[in-house]
């Protein structure tokens, strides 16, 4: 999968007067590719869970966000680590009362 280096968004093959290029979901960005690449993209394609993806992209594509940084991925595990701490404490005090 590429992704837009404008904004992030999905990038999806698509036809352009006979070029093979990439075309971002969200902000109509177009990428020319080498036909080995398209190729590539057309294999992929054929994968139902893709073509799902894709379509889901292209459906909610205003809904749609960039993939996570590993940062961001990370930030969110520590927070539920902290609920879960939280809720786990919350329980041993209750039971000492
Ligand atoms: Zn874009």
């Known amino acids: 999968m590429k992704f837009c280096p404008k904004c992030g968004g999905l990038m999806i093959p698509a036809k352009q007067e006979n070029k093979s290029v990439l075309k971002c979901t969200r902000c ?38 960039p993939p996570k940084t590993s940062e961001e991925w990370e930030q969110e595990r520590e927070e539920y680590r902290e609920i879960l701490q939280e809720l786990l404490q919350q329980e041993l005090e209750g039971l000492e009362e």
């Open 28 to 65: 109509g960005h177009v990428e020319e590719v080498s036909a080995e690449t398209a190729r590539e993209y057309r294999l992929v394609e054929r994968s139902p869970a893709e073509e799902r993806t894709i379509t889901t992209s292209v459906v909610s594509k205003a809904k749609w966000k």
